[in-house]
């Protein structure tokens, strides 16, 4: 990761890139629970938002909550399509 995203993720800002930039320092950190509340706080800032949904998942999975992984992975089949990233 970046510098600059490392900086923003260190300054709690609460605009998107700066969420986002925090969720995936948690994500990467090893602290997908902590990557969750984010994520889920930029989907209900901006939507359609592909990357929050996508990263989500793959939180909600590493954090051991399948569960809402299958939920947010629905959501982002109906909202994106399975190919929405090619």
């Known amino acids: 990761m970046s510098a ?3 900086e923003a993720a260190e300054l709690g800002h609460d605009d998107v890139d700066t969420l986002f930039a925090r969720s995936q ?3 990467f ?3 997908p629970d902590k990557a969750i ?6 989907l209900g800032v901006r939507t359609p938002q ?3 949904h996508f990263f989500l998942v793959l ?4 954090a051991g909550t399948y ?3 299958l939920k947010a992975g629905e959501t982002y089949n109906i909202k994106f399509g399975e190919r929405s990233r090619n």
């Open 50 to 52: 592909w990357k929050g």
């Open 37 to 42: 509340p984010l994520l889920e706080r930029i």
């Open 67 to 69: 569960r809402d992984a």
């Open 25 to 27: 320092a948690y994500w």
């Open 29 to 31: 950190g090893g602290l």
């Open 4 to 6: 600059a995203r490392w």
């Open 59 to 62: 939180a909600d999975v590493r």
